[in-house]
């Protein structure tokens, strides 16, 4: 016998464009309020667990040796509000923002809710370019977004840093490893019979093996995870084509970007 659950899930994207965005726009007073409670309840906790950069005086008080991360504080309180003002059953986040998680459902307790959200940690990739641990929000060339074009993801993943025969901080295999594999259950490469001809890899292993003795060069690679990537995201362009009421949701959520 078969189950089917519906659960509110936030992905990672949407707790950040959407919940914070939206609710400072509709909620503000309200959303303002359960802030400050957060803050009374267990602010402490969050800037001991997650914030290194206040230190607390004598009188109780915190304060911020480092001004330009009291941005970042905000963010992160804001980010621990929404997973409870949305009611969300699962949170999607990567392993970076786990002890932000780890205070989410302590605050579940402060506020009497039985169910606190499960939390979804998922790896976190890399950026497109040579030595970004992860993408940077200041610079869109560093990562695939859900709205790319197949011409975006073409420039993108043509630049993105790719060596020869090095598989370690390689970022265009970590997409092949963690997106490509899981979606696909294979790897398909077509290249010119001088360069070997088209293949199939069906194991992340066989790859890695190729690659590392140069028979996969980056050239033949790079167009085959394009084309893999773009695969995955057309059903979504597809979805805001047709569908207005998503047109004019990514349209607000683009509307809240910030620019530098």
Not at 149 to 160: L, P, Q, R, W, Y
Not at 221 to 241: G, S
Request: charged content about 25%; hydrophobic content about 35%; proline content about 5%.
């Amino acid at each position: 016998m078969s189950v089917r659950m519906r659960a509110r899930v936030l992905p990672y994207s949407l707790v950040l464009n959407i919940s914070i965005s939206f609710s400072l726009d509709r909620e503000r007073d309200e959303i303002f309020l359960c802030h400050f409670v957060f803050v009374k309840t267990i602010g402490k906790s969050f800037y001991d667990n997650c914030y290194q950069d206040y230190i607390s005086l004598d009188s109780g008080m915190l304060f911020c040796v480092n001004p330009h991360f009291i941005t970042g504080g905000i963010f992160y309180l804001l980010l621990i509000n929404c997973f409870s003002s949305q009611q969300a059953d699962i949170c999607q986040l990567g392993m970076d923002q786990r002890k932000v998680n780890v205070l989410a459902r302590e605050y579940c307790d402060d506020l009497k809710r039985k169910n606190k959200p499960i939390i979804l940690s998922h790896h976190m990739l890399p950026g497109l370019k040579q030595g970004q641990e992860k993408m940077s929000k200041s610079d869109p060339s560093s990562s695939i977004y859900m709205e790319d074009t197949e011409a975006d993801v073409n420039s993108k993943i043509k630049g993105a840093y790719c060596p020869p025969k090095i598989v370690e901080g390689n970022p265009c295999l970590e997409y092949i490893k963690y997106i490509v594999f899981p979606w696909f259950n294979d790897f398909q490469v077509e290249r010119s019979t001088a360069n070997g001809g088209d293949k199939t890899f069906n194991s992340f292993e066989e790859l890695v093996a190729d690659y590392e003795e140069e028979k996969l060069h980056p050239a033949d690679l790079k167009p085959a995870l394009a084309k893999a990537l773009n695969k995955i995201l057309q059903p979504v362009r597809d979805h805001f084509k047709n569908d207005a009421n998503a047109q004019d949701l990514l349209k607000r959520v683009k509307g809240y970007r910030i620019t530098r």
